[in-house]
């Protein structure tokens, strides 16, 4: 069903979010929507920068002890 959404089908779905919500909270509405979609995706992907940090982080130190 949501592969049939057309160029007006579109619009329709724009004109009544910004009655919905007014124009003024739309950027904040699309910067939250943003910022869950970035959370989302780090979360996901199996190796992100957090744990690759940590893990080399813990290499070096234990490359310090042995030496």
């Known amino acids: 069903m949501s592969g049939n959404l057309g160029g007006w089908t579109g619009l329709i779905v724009l004109v009544v979010v910004l009655l919905l919500f007014g124009a003024p909270k739309l950027p904040a ?3 939250s929507l943003g910022q869950s979609l ?3 995706k780090s ?3 199996p190796g992100d920068d957090s744990t690759d940090s940590a893990d080399s982080s813990g290499s ?3 490359d310090d ?3």
């Open 43 to 45: 979360e996901v992907r």
């Open 60 to 62: 070096e130190g234990s």
């Open 29 to 31: 509405l699309a910067k």
């Open 38 to 40: 970035k959370i989302f």
């Open 65 to 67: 002890t042995k030496r």
